[in-house]
């Protein structure tokens, strides 16, 4: 006698889980497809356990054919269910049939086969049979628990080969966890054939996988309820290669600044009813929040961009009210119609950022096109994003030098680090390009310190004050100055070379002292541990000489764009500047120094060091030397 009080409360469990799978928007992608199947499958294999266990029970009140019929569809749900658990798992794992189309045949033969013997039983007495005496096992009953086991494995194996794709370790354990509740039911159903407990442990691996993966939260941006950055990362990973899709985006004119404004909670209300405004305006398309203020349209036909525009901006036009709040916004526009080219998922994401950020600048509201010629430039991007995050990584960027020229000797006394990072093919990128990415990262610190730790190992391991080279300037970004273990990192760098601090100067912009006392602090805190501090760019900030009279800088160097514009129109305002800063007791260095006219000049307004291509380009440590060495 079967025994299958498990059952129902198993069915009922599964029905709150779907209703509340339903209950919110998922997306068309294919692991949350197979996941569904996986719940009718479990759903269609506990209605015909139920079934035929009540029939085998009560065999001699049905037609034996019946009860036959019943357990064939029975086990054919069984084997189904099993294969279902095996794709999902690969689905989660990024695997796609198109991947290796061999392979995916050669994993669905055991279903097919378990298949074609379940639906032959009723004939065949395979895997059961029923006779007079009612139901029993067939000579290949085993195969139930070989079928399984042998998904199961290849889960496994799959999980072991790509377990990288899940990025965190959560997902890793709800991923084993899922494959080793299935494992246990199978092993108990072989011990405790009659309990009907395969179900239940189905069940359990059901409710691992949503809570691990498939929740419909994990893909929804709470604040504004649109789908989130991640469900557009994986709506792109599987449909991004599809031209017919096309794509329309918007984002909330000078967001940060309305956030500002209006306040989080007003700003959240708007995002949501944009949101609601634009699910509701486009149903059949797909409505990402791409964070700060951006929101993604995915169509899956052709569009009209300006028509869109025109929808949207008229609601723009309006208010956005709710709880009290009534939010008055802007939006600008871009779109993008893919033609020829089938751009990876992070190309993507980063033209539709930069046409947003465009957008976000011009003063109308014609949306801007992602042409080809901005793919490339997105996938030009990312490249160098890759080989500077490499770089950081691998401790490989580079310091070059270049000389800072005494003007009375006219001899090398000092250089500048500058941070270089080369591609693999030994081209360089320059730090215009990379420098902006490092703050915007963060990853700044991690450069900075690399330089900082690469110039005083330089120093140590030459005799500079040989051949007359008193100091290195090395660049400090705003975002590394603002770090309280500044000075106790530096100074621990610079002992463990041996190298006196005061050979090492550091630059900052006038952006790193804007006011307040932690950088006064930040200041004397470096000059107290023996650095040197100089002022780097003067002239391109909003200069406060009340402020800098307060700094303990030894030098301040005048940006080249303002030693360009006085070698063009000579005035006095520059001379009076440098005289003004040496009376306040500052070296002065000039900057982009490109010929003989400019030291000439420089020389005349009372500059103390010069730096430029008259002199070099940064060069590579070991070309320093021999640079200065061969003066
Ligand atoms: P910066 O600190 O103003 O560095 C001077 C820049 O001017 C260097 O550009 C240098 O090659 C360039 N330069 C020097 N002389 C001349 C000249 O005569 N004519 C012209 N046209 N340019 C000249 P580079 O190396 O491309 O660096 C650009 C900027 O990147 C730097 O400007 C600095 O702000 C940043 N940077 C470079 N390395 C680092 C670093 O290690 N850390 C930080 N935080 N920033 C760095
Ligand atoms: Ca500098
Ligand atoms: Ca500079």
New binding site residues.
Partial sequence: MWNFSFVFPTLLILTIILIYYYMLPHLDIRRNRVFIHITEAEAFVIVFDIISSLADNHYQSLPLSLTSIFNALFFAGFFFRSYLFFIFTVSVLGYSPKDNRILAFISRVPFYFSLVISMLSPIFGWIYYIDSDGYHSGPLYSLLYYVSLFYIAASFISFLYKKDVLENKRDRYTMILFNLVLLCGIVIRRLLPNLLLMDTFCLMAILVAYLGFENPEFFLDLKSTAFNDTALRRYLDEHGKDRSLTYFSLVVHTYNEMREIYGPVPMDNGLYLISLFLRHCFPKAYVFYFLRGRFVIIFREPISPEAIRDIIDKRFKEPWVLDGSELYLDANYSFYIPRDMVPSTDTILEALSISLSKADRTADNIPVEIRSEDINKAEAGLHIKECFESAIENDN?T??L?PLVDIKTKRIIGA?????IFDKDGNMI???LF?PM??SSGL?NQ??E???EKTCRFISENDLMSIGIKWIN????PL?FIRVDLSDRFSDIAARYGVPPAQLHL?I?EQAVEDDAFMQKQMSTLTDNGFQLVL??YGTGYSNLLRLKKCPFVNI?I??ELVWDYSKNPDNILPTMVSAFKQMGFGITA????NEEMVVAMERIGCDYL????YS??ISMDAFLETVKAL
Avoid: W
């Fill in positions: 960027v310091v070059y270049q500048e680090a500058l941070a270089r320059p730090p215009d420098i490092a703050e700044i450069l900075g690399q330089v900082f090395v660049n400090l970004s590394q630059e912009t780097d760019d160097k940006d080249r900057e982009g120094i490109e730096q430029g291509y008259f380009k940064p």
